[in-house]
């Protein structure tokens, strides 16, 4: 009896040490970057912008006007068909 006594003890002991937590591993941590200054530039003109920019800007003025007047008459059909359907 002793000895299953004995057993059953170390046998307790052997799995509170295995389940023990262990210690966490080293994890390098990232080093902190020195800030970057902000610029203090004057801003850039239409003249001084790139030409690629301004081509691309010049360019789809129309389609974002037509756009536009898509967006609108959707919003207003929109709006038409609630407050017809009983909203405020």
Partial sequence: M???VFFAAA?????????KKKAPE???QPKAE???AAST????GLL???GAYIKNTVGNVEKAKA???V???TAKDTLGAATEVGGN
């Fill in 2 to 4: 002793e000895k299953s």
């Fill in 34 to 36: 020195e800030p970057v």
């Fill in 48 to 50: 001084e912008a790139p």
């Fill in 67 to 69: 756009a536009a007047a």
């Fill in 26 to 28: 080293h994890i390098p």
């Fill in 11 to 19: 046998m307790a002991a052997l799995l509170v040490a295995g389940c």
């Fill in 71 to 73: 967006y609108e008459k």
């Fill in 41 to 44: 530039a004057a801003p850039v």
